[in-house]
Nanobody, 125 residues
Framework: VQLQASGGGLVQAGGSLRLSCAASGRTFSSYVGWFRQAPGKEREFVAAISWGAGSTSYADSVKGRFTISRDNAKNTVYLQMNSLKPEDTAVYYC????????????????????WGQGTLVTVSS
């Protein structure tokens, strides 16, 4: 599976961006997640969606501001980010689980097999 993340950019605090993660080579299944990594910090969980049921989960820091969604026909996952804050500045990565591997969770980077290249989000104050 190849993942292509896009949609990052520079935005003022309070603004919005929508990130996209398109898969090729195989359709999504299991969980698809978004993570982010700021300079000097570890990669952290942002949001995840189960491809089949569509259930979602969010980090507390983005709950109520970010929305993860999917388009089955386009094999694409989106992250709508509203009310952006300077602390949201990071490289954002999408990740997908291999359906043939079993994972009991989806909150840690080690729960994922495939990663996109990352897209930079910069929020100015």
């Amino acid at each position: 599976v190849q993942l292509q993340a896009s949609g990052g950019g520079l935005v003022q605090a309070g603004g919005s961006l929508r990130l996209s993660c398109a898969a090729s080579g195989r359709t999504f299944s299991s969980y698809v997640g978004w993570f982010r990594q700021a300079p000097g910090k570890e990669r952290e969980f942002v949001a995840a969606i189960s491809w089949g049921a569509g259930s979602t989960s969010y980090a507390d820091s983005v709950k109520g501001r970010f929305t993860i969604s999917r388009d089955n026909a386009k094999n694409t996952v989106y992250l709508q980010m509203n009310s952006l804050k300077p602390e949201d500045t990071a490289v954002y990565y999408c990740a997908a689980q291999d359906p043939f591997n079993y994972y009991s969770d989806y909150l840690d980077p080690t729960d994922y097999d495939y990663w996109g290249q990352g897209t930079l989000v910069t929020v100015s104050s």
